[in-house]
Each structure stands twice: as C-alpha cells, then as structure tokens.
C-alpha cells in the first residue's frame, strides 16, 4: 500500500519560498509506475493542481504557477519536494503530495497524504 | 482551459435515498473525468475514473456515467458515512481541472 506524508514548515512569510518535502513509502519515487503530484486546498475551497514530477526527473506545472514552481526527487530517500517562491497570502492552503498511477497518465490521484497547512504572514 | 461545473452546490438527503451529482465542463473531455470523496478534515479519496471506474475498494452503491461534457455520479443508497464534499476533476487536458464541489449531507 502506497503511503504519503508531507513535511515542511507551517509558516511561510511573503515574499519567501514555500518548501515541502513528501515521503512515500510502499513505493519508489523511482518507479516509472507512478507520478508524484502536488494540489493545494485554500480552506473552505476547493482543490488546485500545482504540478507533478516522474521518475524521470520531468516536470509539469500549472500555468497559473509555473513562474514559481519547481519540484525536485531524492531517490535516496524516496522523497519528492515542491519549493513554491515569492508566496503571498493567497498561498495560505493546506498542500497535498498525492501519487498517480503511469496507467492514467500520472493524471488520476491514488494515493494521498493527510496534507499540511502552511500559511503565508509575517 | 477547461471549466468544470458542479451541481448543485448542497445536496440534503436522507439515508437510503439515491443521490445524483451533476459535473459539467465546458467543452468535451471524452470521458477522461474522475469523482474524489473528502470527508471533514481528511484528504481526497478516489472513488471514479474515467467516468466510470470505480476505484479499488469503492463500494457498488457509487457508480459514474457520462461522456463528452455532462458525467453524473450515483450514490445508490446513502450512509450516514457519505456526508462529503464530491468533486470531479478532467484529465483530458492540460492543465489539470477540478470542479468547485457538491457538499452532500446526510439528514
């Protein structure tokens, strides 16, 4: 059973960067039978693909974010991480590091982590 | 980019009664659309792909139809446990997209 779990700070003042690092166990981030995605959730609203990353190392980004956006793998660790820069207040969410299925395309989310919050204040 | 819009936005129903929730996007997605579950303070759960896959361990009372711009999702006799917000998401193109969201609650 694939598990995920996200990790990083909770606080996040403007105009920093927003770094999170999601652990998975059960698979390898290496594994070319998975895609490893982001999705942020203001709270009370609904979901926002941030973007996704491969085994290969490739990288796909949401347009609305792809200036800011970049997500990296430590295949040592079977880690995945998102660094979100320049944030602001409307970064304030809870981040979700959820892992897709290579069948759909990476593009239907399997595997969940229970998400974390990070706000944006100073 | 396409829009997916959910409705209704609140559904009010009793236990044992069906419920039927409406995603529609804004042009074709052939049937590349997904249903997630979220229960209060918990992540997303998969329940449909592909209109109407349901997902390893999803019970046969949630069922999904529907291709080109108008899906439904089923849910063929409710549970007090299906109180969530239902939210559909296309994987037809790029960029990813989900819908705003039908809360059910269960009276």
């Known amino acids: 059973q694939v598990q995920l779990q996200e990790s990083g700070p909770g606080l996040v003042r403007p105009s920093q960067t927003l770094s999170l690092t999601c652990s998975v166990s059960?698979?390898?981030?290496?594994?070319?039978?998975?895609?490893w995605t982001w999705i942020r959730q203001p709270a009370g609203k609904g979901l926002e693909y941030i973007g996704r990353?491969?085994?290969?190392?490739?990288?796909s980004y949401n347009p609305s974010l792809n200036s800011r956006v970049r997500m990296s793998l430590d295949t040592s660790r079977d880690q995945f991480s998102l660094d979100l820069s320049s944030v602001t207040d409307a970064d304030t969410a809870v981040y979700y590091c959820a892992g897709g299925s290579a069948y759909t395309g990476g593009n239907v989310f399997d595997y969940w982590g229970q998400g974390t919050l990070v706000t944006v204040s100073s | 980019e396409i829009v997916l819009t959910q409705s209704p936005a609140t559904l009010s129903l009793s236990p044992g009664e069906r419920a039927t929730l409406s995603c529609r996007a804004s042009q074709s997605i052939n049937r590349y659309l997904a249903w997630y579950q979220q229960r209060p303070g918990q992540a997303p759960r998969l329940l449909i792909y592909d209109a109407s896959n349901r997902a390893t361990g999803i019970p046969a009372r949630f069922s999904g139809s529907g291709s080109g711009t108008d899906f439904t999702l089923t849910i063929s006799s409710l549970e007090p446990e299906d109180s969530a917000v239902y939210y559909c998401?296309?994987?037809?193109?790029?960029?990813?997209?989900f819908g705003q969201g039908t809360r059910l609650e269960i009276k």
């Open positions: 059960g698979a390898s981030v290496s594994s070319t039978s998975y895609y």
């Open positions: 990353i491969y085994a290969s190392g490739s990288t």
């Open positions: 998401q296309q994987r037809n193109s790029w960029p990813l997209a």
